[in-house]
């Protein structure tokens, strides 16, 4: 069982920027890939960006590219969301995924995810 905790959501100004993180409780978080999502009201979750087990591959959604950055430090078993440049199409409930090596599925479907945190809110003030 992996529990993930995101935080670091906010209210920023567009053009503004913001990290997220996400703390793992697994023992051994370089087991997992993992993923952003985000939701905003009235819309489906959507993919953001995806860093494999090691950090060693980086996808992220066209609408993002170029302005935010994934990371991990998996001595500290956490995940981080650098967002710059903030959009107001960018104002969402982010959440991060965990899967296990080896998982079925693609990186940017949900489906393909085992675990997820709580999310946390990032409002975008035009």
């Known amino acids: 069982q992996v529990q993930l905790v995101e935080s670091g959501g906010g209210l920023v100004q567009a053009g503004g920027s913001l990290r997220l993180s996400c703390a793992a409780s697994?023992?051994?978080?370089?087991?997992?890939?993992m993923g952003w999502f985000r939701q905003a009201p009235g819309k489906e979750r959507e993919f953001v960006a995806y860093?494999?087990?090691?950090?060693?591959?980086?996808y992220y959604a066209d609408s993002v590219k170029g302005r935010f950055t994934i990371s991990r430090d998996n001595a500290k078993n956490t995940l981080y969301l650098q967002i710059n440049s903030l959009k107001p199409e960018d104002a969402a409930v982010y959440y991060c995924?965990?899967?296990?090596?080896?998982?079925?599925?693609?990186?940017?479907?949900?489906?393909?995810?085992?675990?997820w945190g709580q999310g946390t809110q990032v409002t975008v003030s035009s």
């Open positions: 995924a965990a899967r296990e090596i080896g998982s079925s599925g693609s990186y940017y479907l949900g489906s393909s995810y085992d675990y």
């Open positions: 697994a023992r051994t978080f370089e087991a997992y890939g």
């Open positions: 860093i494999s087990n090691l950090g060693r591959s980086t």
